[in-house]
C-alpha cells in the first residue's frame, strides 16, 4: 500500500448531538473516583511523579500501568492504588529507556517504545527483546502503542519539514512477529503552534486506521489502509477570539509563573510574551478540538476547546464530547489540568496536576445520566 497524504478531506456530515438539534446540549455524565495514586513528599519513591507520561490499564488484571518523566520507568498499581513493581529503568541498554517510554499493554505482553527503539516485556517484568528501528529520513521519532479490536499494535510519529516547507507528521505501523516498522502509512501536515490558543492537528491511532482532526473545525477523519476515508463532522457556532484574550492569555500565564518562580520575575518578562502574541495576531476562530482519545470498543472522547466560556481563566475545567456510533452521546467535565490517557467501558484514567504542581494518576467511574 502506498503512502496516503492527509490534505484534503472527504466532507459529509455526521450526526449532531441527542437529538439531530446542533443547539441541543448533550446530556452530562459524571465522575465517580475510583483511586488517586501519587503523594506530595514523605512517601515512598515509587509513589511520586514528576510528569506523568504514559498510563495503560489492564482490565483483565485490573492493574495500572504509569511511565514518569524523570524516573524512565514503568510503575504498575492495583486498581486500589498499592505499587506492586516496576518494569525497566534509565539508561541505554536492553531493558532500559533513554526517556520516558510511551507504552501498551496486552495479554501478558507490553510494549514500550523510546528513542533507541521498541522493548518487549511480560507484564511480571521479564524482559524479551530490544530491537533499533529507523525511519525514511532518520529524523525525530516517537511513538504510541494502541490496543485494536484484532489485538494491538504500535504506530511511530516521524517529525520532519525543509524550512522552506510545512512541517509534517509521517505514520508507521509496526509489525510485531518482524519487530520492524511497516512501510509509511500517512504524511499529514501539521499547522505550527504559535498562537495563544496552541492550536495543532491531532492525529490518533484507532482500529486499524487512524483519526486526524481539524483544529478550527468539529471535523473528524478516520483513514484506513485500502478503503476511503470517512468523515465525521458536528455543526458548531464559531466563536471569534477579541483582542482582550491577549491580556486574558497573559494573567494566565502570570499565575502559572508565580507557580514555579519570583514574582518580581513573572511580572517583568509576562508583557513581553503577551507583546510577541499580539505581533503574531489571532486565528480567524477559535479552536474546536482539543485532545482526542479513542477507547477499546471505539469510542471517542474528544476535548471541547471551543465551550470553556473563559479559556484562559485559572483553574477553569475541561469539557468533554463521548462519541458513539457517529453520535455524541453525552459529555464530561473534568479539572483543568486532568489529562486524559485511558478511557474504556465505563471508566477513564487520567494524570491530574494539583494546585502545587504535583502529578497524580486518577481513575474515575463514567456516570451515565439517570443511573
Known amino acids: ?37 501519587g503523594a506530595l513528599a514523605d512517601a515512598p519513591p515509587e509513589h511520586l511523579f514528576s510528569f506523568v507520561i504514559g498510563l495503560d490499564v489492564d482490565q483483565v488484571a485490573g492493574e495500572i500501568y ?76 516517537w511513538g504510541s ?8 499494535r504500535a504506530t511511530t510519529l516521524e517529525l520532519g519539514g525543509a524550512p522552506d516547507a510545512p512541517p509534517y507528521a509521517r505514520l508507521y505501523g509496526m509489525d510485531f ?41 468539529y471535523r473528524l477523519v478516520r483513514y484506513r489502509p485500502d478503503a476511503p476515508p470517512d468523515t465525521l463532522e458536528f455543526d458548531v457556532t464559531p466563536i471569534v477570539p477579541t483582542p482582550a484574550a491577549f491580556d486574558a492569555w497573559g494573567e494566565a500565564q502570570r499565575i502559572e509563573c508565580m507557580e514555579y518562580r519570583e514574582g518580581a520575575w513573572c511580572d517583568e518578562q509576562i508583557p513581553g510574551w503577551v507583546d510577541n502574541m499580539r505581533a503574531i495576531g489571532l486565528p480567524p476562530v477559535r479552536p474546536v478540538i482539543g485532545m482526542i482519545r479513542v477507547s477499546p470498543e471505539g469510542d471517542l472522547l474528544v476535548e471541547r476547546k471551543d465551550l470553556d466560556p473563559e479559556p484562559f481563566a485559572h483553574r477553569s475545567p475541561r469539557r468533554w464530547d463521548v462519541i458513539r456510533d457517529g453520535q455524541i452521546v453525552g459529555r464530561l467535565r473534568t479539572p483543568e489540568r486532568f489529562r486524559a490517557s485511558w478511557f474504556g467501558g465505563d471508566e477513564i484514567w487520567a494524570a491530574e496536576t494539583d494546585d502545587l504542581g504535583v502529578d497524580y494518576v486518577v481513575g474515575y467511574r463514567v456516570i451515565p445520566p439517570g443511573a
Open 1 to 37: 500500500m502506498g503512502m496516503a497524504t492527509v490534505a484534503a478531506v472527504l466532507v459529509g456530515c455526521g450526526e449532531a448531538p441527542g437529538s439531530g438539534d446542533p443547539t441541543v446540549a448533550p446530556p452530562e455524565y459524571r465522575l465517580d473516583p475510583i483511586v488517586r495514586i
Open 66 to 141: 504509569v511511565s514518569d518523566r524523570d524516573a524512565r520507568e514503568i510503575r504498575v498499581f492495583s486498581r486500589a492504588g498499592e505499587f506492586l513493581r516496576r518494569i525497566g529503568g534509565p539508561g541505554d541498554g536492553p531493558a532500559e529507556f533513554d526517556r520516558a517510554p510511551e507504552f501498551g499493554v496486552a495479554g501478558d505482553t507490553l510494549v514500550a517504545l523510546d528513542r533507541s527503539g521498541l522493548h518487549l516485556f511480560r507484564t511480571d517484568g521479564r524482559h524479551l527483546r530490544t530491537e533499533s528501528y529507523r525511519t525514511v529520513s532518520q529524523a525525530t521519532v
Open 145 to 152: 502503542v494502541e490496543r485494536t479490536r484484532s489485538g494491538w
Open 177 to 217: 512477529s518482524e519487530m520492524q516498522l511497516s512501510e509509511p502509512l500517512a504524511e499529514v501536515e501539521l499547522p505550527p503552534r504559535q498562537d495563544i490558543y496552541l492550536q495543532q492537528r491531532n492525529l490518533v491511532t484507532a482500529g486499524d486506521g487512524w483519526i486526524v482532526s481539524d483544529e478550527l473545525d
